[in-house]
């Protein structure tokens, strides 16, 4: 390639190095189950073991990849690991490893759609597709006014609802303006961090955030909500989005859609449906119920980083009017003008999101719908669900332990019923015996989160975490 | 791994699938010269190749391997070619698609450092590998008060910086309160489209948005500036922040940095510096001059992914502060209360960024620099910059051509002395023969851009688009 190879890696030594690469992943993915999912290392041991200064020269590879192996590899937290119940899953998979090699590979800019075609069009078409495999209302799809998109987060995606949020509900002045009025967003007191940090990073202001009251399952109280926007309506300001989760974060709590739904639609509120976590369960009908109602919502995002077995980031974002996210977020200087994009009959993806550049991640998705197919999601996903169902069985069964209900989908939260201390003891007994499970608090009582849905975890994983919950309850 | 292994790509597979995508992606990049830069496809041609429904049972990775060749391939715009001249470069190299394929392998999620330590000492560490390869100021150091941190984009950067100078100006009040005053920012008229966005977002309002004249280098004057900025304070208003460009992406203009810092300073304004493009050519110190001054910038981002060999995403952006990005951005909800964290002895990128997840970038970044060396990085800008050069020499020469004086760096602007329809016909032209360029306007005259910084651009690649250029001109 070229005449000038000097210090390049070239396509034959890329060959032999990317084999290498490939065969030390496929080792790393079989060794998952050595490692204590929790790292161990101090702060600072991974950086002591760094040169001060970048090398003068280059190095060989195989010298690299064995300081993976020897500095890296011990100050990583195995979010892989079959023992990891922390958090939530972000499960990976073979396709989904090698659809970003091959982004890598391409190496495109997908910021317009002129800048790559396939890279637009396949992710309008995949995202279509997840309209379909999670049976979600038509008017997401890209072939009425809405339409899909990959954001990197839900936190991003929740941004770009309230930006345009923000537009539709001050007619466009928002954007010229600022934020000069006082508008009002509503989450429940269970809604995810990101929701307020949105809120601050879009001007709206902390104080116009408000928490909504939930029930005893931690569901957001559709009254409450329509008790909260008349309160700020008597006092001048401007409901402007309401943003519901489905499967929260600390409790895989369900808000009521359809009520909440009807709220906003009688306040002109901007409905966003946060389902990060939870959106992949709709693959089965069985377990699709959540979504009830879903059809009221402007916008809604869930995360096959988290749940559908390809990798961080893969945060999917649909909207049902495309036009007012694209309106709020659209700059045209001169450099970016094309003909393609003044036809108007293509879709620039750099107005439906924060940053202007993109990478190929559709690719990555597309790779592992191919490679599952519809049934074999819907396998995994029942899979899952089927050991959490099985592990509260355990709790119930066990009188030490107390279990949160409704328990839902993949999720289980536990407490020892002799108190704060007696629970936290059992969290620290399992995590420092290689498995890895966090809390919560509900409202000041603290709670083990068993979150279930790593790619490699398997019943005797589940048996385990039990086993290491109970040997010193 | 496990005990059921239904539908999973087993590891012997992904050893077979892996082999392939790396030859597959070898391929690529050996065959990158016979293809046309721009994807000739029309709108709607790939996905028409695609089948309307997600599949129900899974299909075999050589079928999906088949239609990245057939399917997605014509759909590419080659950014790789070794002829793409527009825009800017987003060059990647083989380390930089194996640290991606690790990073993909190892399948974590950096937003606390508890979550793999090795993630964010890595990321840490290399930041400070470029403060010292480029030169930078001392303060933008890990071991200072200031830190470097890893972004999606120069887009997300200045979002950044602008929130941290919001807090900053208004005392920590527009978190809570929502941006009540007008709180202006300021950039050339030449600043990125990316700035008056990210204002936007930020809910400061495209009105309290100032383009500041430029001189005849299209680098912004700091008297304007100053003008500016009084004629704010005598209304009422708060200046908050300026962002200065060294190498714009309309021309490569330089502001002055030393100047516009002390108008910063003396009105208590945050300085962004957005160096997206040319920061890059600052690893030579040579070219490193059009940092004078840098030192009294408050942030600075340069993208890796432009002209540094590593794959978008991948902007390092650098604060003298940490705590003012910090508790602007900084949320802490129960579920990731963790003991790391409130020891203090860590950092938790979570709160450098707006979303709360992260991939392990760093890694690709490592392994490029590794991989060339501090001579290796060196060599290959220089190249670049030699190459537009002898271009920009080519086109003085030339009396059917006029050059946008004085040329920087990689960046070589012209036009046709006959006017502006001739320039665009030179553009179509080579545009339709193979290459790539883009255009853009100083003020109303279309200019064409000819950016040098591909991977595997040579010189019988610029001479062969000098001769494309003339050969109908």
């Known amino acids: 390639m070229g005449h000038d190879t000097n210090y390049h890696m070239t396509t034959e030594e890329f060959r032999k190095h990317g084999y290498a690469a490939v065969d030390w992943v496929a080792g790393y993915l079989e060794r998952l189950e050595e490692f204590p999912v929790l790292s161990t290392v101090a702060a ?74 396939a890279c637009t069009e396949l992710e309008a078409h995949i995202l279509d597709w997840l309209v379909e495999l999670l049976a979600l209302p038509d008017r997401f799809r890209s072939t009425t006014a809405g339409g899909g998109v990959i954001q990197d987060s839900a936190s991003s995606a929740t941004l770009c609802a309230l930006i345009a949020a923000r ?9 010229r303006e600022g934020v000069r009025r006082r508008l009002t967003v509503y989450a429940s007191t269970q809604g995810h961090s990101h929701i307020e940090k949105a809120v601050r990073i879009a001007g709206f202001g902390s104080d116009n955030f408000r928490l909504v009251a939930v029930d005893d399952a931690l569901a957001m109280l559709p009254d409450a909500l329509d008790d909260a926007v008349a309160a700020d309506l008597s006092s001048g300001h401007t409901p402007t989005a309401a943003v519901a989760t489905v499967g929260t974060t600390s409790t895989m709590a369900m808000d009521p859609l359809r009520a909440i739904g009807e709220v906003c639609r009688r306040h002109g509120m901007w409905l966003h449906v946060d389902a990060a976590m939870a959106g992949t369960a709709a693959v089965a009908p069985e377990l699709r119920g959540f979504h009830e109602g879903l059809e009221l919502a402007d916008s809604y995002a869930f995360n096959p980083h988290k749940w559908m077995f390809t990798n961080f980031d893969c945060d999917a974002f649909f909207v049902a009017d495309r036009e007012a996210l694209v309106s709020a977020l659209t700059i045209l200087p001169e450099y970016l003008h094309n003909a393609a994009t003044e036809s108007g009959a293509v879709t620039d993806y750099r107005d439906w999101q924060i940053p202007l550049g993109r990478r190929f991640r559709a690719l990555k998705l597309w790779f592992v719908i191919r490679h599952y197919g519809a049934e074999g999601l819907r396998h995994h996903v029942r899979r899952h669900v089927e050991l959490a169902r099985r592990f509260a069985s355990w709790v119930r069964d066990d009188d030490r332990f107390e279990l949160l209900e409704p328990q839902h989908l993949n999720l289980v939260c536990i407490r020892h019923r002799d108190g704060e201390e007696a629970t936290r003891r059992v969290l620290e007994h399992v995590n420092a015996s290689g498995a890895y499970l966090t809390h919560t608090k509900i409202p000041d009582q603290t709670l083990i989160r068993m979150s279930i849905g790593g790619t490699w975890t398997e019943l005797p994983h589940v048996e385990r975490a039990w086993r290491l919950i109970t040997e010193n309850a």
Chains 1, 2 share one sequence.
């Open 167 to 175: 537009e539709r509900a001050t007619g466009g002045a928002t954007n």
């Open 44 to 117: 600072g041991d991974v950086r002591a073991q760094l040169p001060p200064s970048p090398p003068e020269s280059g190095e060989p590879f195989d010298a690299v990849l064995a300081d993976v192996e020897r500095v890296i590899l011990p100050g990583i937290t195995h979010w892989q690991s079959p023992n990891f119940f922390a958090f939530f899953p972000s499960n990976s998979s073979g396709p989904s490893i090698l659809g970003d090699l091959v982004s890598a590979g391409l190496g495109v800019q997908g910021m317009l759609w002129a800048t790559s075609p």
